[in-house]
């Protein structure tokens, strides 16, 4: 792997490790006494997070496939 690729699978795994810690918060006590409106902000951020984190793995997904052919 190219180092930017390596840079990209290092930045999704920290995303996901987030997005755990988040989700684990959302599911948890301390979450219900934060204010509703937060809330919603927690949800959204959880959200684009989780959506981020599918770009990066297509990105992953294609590191091979993109790859230029060398010729020959």
């Given at each position: 792997?190219k180092?930017?690729q390596?840079r990209?699978v290092?930045e999704?795994?920290?995303?996901d490790?987030?997005?755990?810690?988040?989700?684990?918060?959302?599911a948890?006590?301390?979450?219900k006494?934060?204010?509703?409106?937060?809330?919603?902000?927690l949800h959204?951020?959880?959200q684009?997070m989780?959506?981020?984190?599918?770009i990066?793995?297509n990105?992953?997904?294609?590191?091979?496939?993109d790859?230029?052919?060398?010729?020959?």
């Amino acid at each position: 792997m190219k180092p930017y690729q390596e840079r990209v699978v290092a930045e999704k795994k920290e995303l996901d490790e987030k997005i755990a810690k988040l989700k684990a918060f959302i599911a948890g006590d301390t979450f219900k006494t934060v204010h509703v409106y937060e809330q919603d902000r927690l949800h959204e951020q959880r959200q684009c997070m989780e959506e981020y984190s599918e770009i990066l793995q297509n990105r992953i997904d294609h590191f091979l496939i993109d790859e230029p052919k060398s010729p020959g």
